[in-house]
């Protein structure tokens, strides 16, 4: 079983407008929505669509959390969340008709003694792979993140910031960056794909075993003890990239336990992806329509990144 840990949900709020907001004017969105989110409860409503075993952990407090844990529980995704005093930040989203803004709260303080809350939460759930998603709220910091890594014998996946990536010192089975965390992690200028395939294999000799970069319209880069694989982005029309890297994340871990291969499991993700990037919001589009769309992922293989 796959579990996620998000140490600080969100309600993602996207709003639609027609123009961007204007000095001193009222703006006036056309459509609204409100997703429970997080990087770690993302992956957990992919994976539950996925039809992947999944349990989605975090700490969630006041309205805001309630919302968190309901919405989870009524598209029918286990949740098991351990209650802080703060209230669960809101996260919101403009998308106009050509443009993406986001706006991420800091999130409420969180204290070392949660943690130990949600170590036995997820020691009781037993979990083969733990998936620690998104930032860290105020109060914790990279240790935490260690502290799950080492408690259990699960693999640990994480999928955090470029700063964090780059001060974790456990054991990880891998790890998720987008371009910028890859640049933040490793120091690496990463503007060609060339530099994207030096990062990753610095990321990896920083200590992690498997490495995915998302790289939106540039695909996907899996590095593995192995091999080096680039999945070229299929072709679609982008509503709104919020999801897509907890998504490819989530495709790929689905198809690895699905007993896929890595070259398998990296077009699952990026077709998941893909798929995830049409609809507004981190809704869960229906992706039973992937079939047939994985084998158009075109992929080129090399028996190492550093080229
Ligand atoms: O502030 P963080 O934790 O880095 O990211 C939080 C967030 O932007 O990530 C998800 C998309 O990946 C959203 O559901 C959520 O609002």
Not at 80 to 101: K, P, Q
Not at 145 to 166: C, H, M, P, Q
Not at 172 to 197: F, H, I, M, Q, W
């Amino acid at each position: 079983m796959i579990l996620t840990v998000t140490l600080n949900p969100a309600v993602d709020h996207t709003l639609t407008v027609d123009d961007f907001p204007e000095t001193d004017r009222v703006a006036r969105a056309n459509a609204a929505r409100v997703d429970p989110g997080g990087k770690g409860i993302n992956v957990s409503k992919y994976l539950a669509e996925l039809e992947t075993e999944t349990v989605a952990t975090g700490v969630v407090g006041d309205f805001l959390g309630r919302f968190v844990r309901d919405r989870l529980s009524a598209g029918e995704i286990e949740g098991d969340f351990v209650e802080i005093d703060g209230r669960t930040r809101l996260n919101t989203t403009i998308l106009t008709d050509d443009a993406e803004f986001k706006i991420n709260h800091d999130g409420p303080r969180v204290s070392a003694d949660a943690i130990d809350d949600l170590l036995e939460t997820i020691e009781r759930n037993a979990p083969d792979t733990v998936v620690v998603g998104g930032s860290l709220p105020p109060g914790l910091g990279p240790d935490a993140i260690d502290r799950i890594a080492r408690t259990g014998d699960w693999e640990t996946v994480v999928d955090v910031g470029g700063s964090i990536l780059a001060a974790l010192d456990a054991s990880y089975a891998l790890c998720k960056p987008n371009r910028e965390e890859l640049a933040a992690a490793t120091g690496c200028s990463v503007r060609s794909l060339e530099d994207c395939y030096d990062a990753v294999e610095t990321l990896r000799r920083m200590g992690y075993d498997r490495v995915i970069a998302s790289l939106g319209a540039d695909g996907a880069i899996m590095s593995t003890p192995e091999e080096c694989i680039h999945a070229a982005a299929l072709e679609t029309e982008v509503v709104d990239t919020v999801g897509a890297g907890d998504s490819l994340l989530a495709g790929v871990l689905a198809a690895l336990d699905d007993g896929a291969t890595d070259r398998e499991a990296l077009r699952t993700g990026v077709a998941v992806a893909s798929r995830v990037v049409s609809v507004p919001g981190t809704d869960i589009p229906p992706l039973d329509e992937l079939v047939g769309t994985t084998d158009r992922v075109a992929i080129s293989v090399s028996a190492d990144c550093s080229r």
